[in-house]
């Protein structure tokens, strides 16, 4: 009896991580191009994809500063070991014509040695927004980029984004991305 | 010259009053517009992509014409007390895109407001005046609020029993003006 038991336990747990294939707990997902997936996208598309794509064109220039995009203009870039750089940017950022204060400060290890690379990168940072929004958002552990089929931008994405929504009254809401391939599979979760 | 222009102010007046006096109670129904409630809980939908488009609820309202009932008792020939009762509605929809939540109600609003209406020396069959009123206004969702109206100038025209009527009006209630029709008694 006792071994029925602990096999109907253990078919119930092993079915409950099944059913999303990772270990959040609580909150609603939806496919990621509603709303709140489509944000979280611009963060890791525009924002972290973008400042990796200064990074390539800074290391072919040799530059410790971007300053030939508009959007990431006066992002700092450090080299910290032989194939990890440390970005840093702070300023106003651009959404989808909305320009909010964001600052973030991410690390991206270079994964091989093509001219348009695969990359791990992590991620801290905040974004101020109108009417006392703002949002905190880092990954949980690294994100990897990887570039298959194109020459700009990357194909796959593998990781995890967090973010933690804010409005005048405190938290407001919990939001994680998940990325398994491609970013038109990721998976948004929100109310964590 | 100047006598004429006196004792011809003194048969306007004497008109105004006598009208008022044969029937000192006036019944008045009005629509009237732009509905305050409308103005001040218009929001135009925002989907922008950011987090307050995001997560505040993006409302669209839709109202009619503010209907006024007005009674007034005559108690000098340039003066009248009354009561005002107005109604007035919204429809408000809205949706919250980060949850995809809608939401609907009607709010309607009642109105009840004592008014003072002083006439302005004039024909028998163009009466100029003005009013002011004070009172309270019950709105569901909104509960209960001090209300007011201003009427700086209307006008009554055409019959002494039955008339027209078309007056601004500045308030809680309505920015802009009423027309309607009267009936004296």
Redesign the interface.
Known sequence: MKKIIYLFAAAVLALSSCTRGYDIVGGHESYVYTPGGKYMMHIADDLMAGALEDLEIALELGKTEVTWASRLSGMKIVQAEENVWHLSFEGPFTFDDMSYDTVFAMSATRVNEEDHADWDVTITGNRTEREGYRCTFESLGAITYKALYTETGWDMLYGRLSMIVYDKGGKKDGCMLTFDGAPSKALFVRGL | MKKLLITLSVLVLACGAAAAQDHPHELNLFVGGFNTQYLSYKTTPDY?????A???PQTSITTGPVLTLDYNYAVLSWMSVGMQFHYNYLNVNSVT????KYDYYKSDMFSFLPEVKVRIPSSAHFRLYGKAAMGVSFASRLGASFAYDIVPIGCEWAGRRVYGTAELAYGSLVKGGRIGIGFRF
Do not use: T, W
């Open positions: 922008s992509n950011d987090l307050y995001l997560y505040e895109r980060i949850d995809n």
